[in-house]
């Protein structure tokens, strides 16, 4: 099969059913030109990382579940003229990338010490609470939420973290996280940042030093 004439899009019956075929539609197909521009001729398998990133996103744009199926992955490799393992490789090693259905609102609690430190345990029996779930990579009986322990998310300073698809609730504990989730379930997508109000790192009620933007030169 030559590449870029992979079968029509999948018609998902059912919430996180396994697609038959998979083709990138038309946003994605204008994102990927974009990004194959950017490699010399022979290191498009380069794209491979951002190719995986727009299946999966198509995914959740389309059927609600942001994941990877293994016909996307080997959509992916006829594009890029790779052998369907190397692109297997990638899409199990990085966490980022969802190898089976997940839920409209993927909820990722950061464990790491930093987190767990701050709170992290009260975040993870809030969300469990809400939603139904009991254990980690589980998705909840309505569809909606699945439930995933991950490592450090580079956000320590306002720990404890829970990542919602692509954004950070900062400064959680089982109040706010319980909140959050509640919005969730109306269809709000509350603002992201820190639930306390925190201007990015500063601390709490607001920065304590270099508070003005004017400079004195030292004589």
């Known amino acids: 099969m030559a590449a870029g004439t992979e079968s029509a899009a999948p018609t998902v019956v059912e919430h ?22 950017k490699y010399p001729a022979g290191k498009q398998a380069s794209a491979v990382l951002g190719l ?12 609600g ?19 369907p393992i190397r692109v297997y490789e990638v899409a199990t090693f990085y966490a980022m990338f969802n190898t089976r259905p997940v839920g409209k609102y993927h ?14 345990d009260e975040v993870t ?19 909606l939420f699945t ?11 306002n720990a404890p973290i829970l990542q919602v698809n692509d ?17 969730l379930k109306r269809g709000e997508v509350p603002p992201p940042g820190s639930t306390k109000g925190r201007q990015t790192s500063a601390p709490e009620g607001g920065p304590i030093t270099l508070t003005s933007l004017t400079f004195e030169q030292a004589e």
């Open 16 to 37: 996180g059913a396994a697609p038959h075929s998979f083709s990138f539609d038309a946003e994605s197909e204008a994102r990927i030109a974009r990004l194959l521009a």
């Open 52 to 63: 995986l990133d727009l299946a999966q996103r198509q995914m959740g744009r389309t059927t």
């Open 65 to 83: 579940s942001a994941w990877v199926p293994r016909v996307a992955m080997d959509a992916i490799a006829v594009r890029l003229g790779l052998p």
């Open 107 to 120: 909820l990722q609690v950061c464990t790491t010490t930093p987190c767990w430190l701050r709170g992290s």
């Open 125 to 143: 029996h809030a969300c469990r609470k809400a939603t139904g779930i009991k254990d980690w990579k589980e998705t909840s009986a309505d569809g």
């Open 147 to 157: 439930m995933t322990e991950v490592e450090c998310l580079g956000a320590c300073v």
């Open 167 to 183: 954004d950070y609730y900062e400064d959680m504990d089982a109040e706010s996280t319980e909140r959050l989730l509640a919005a």
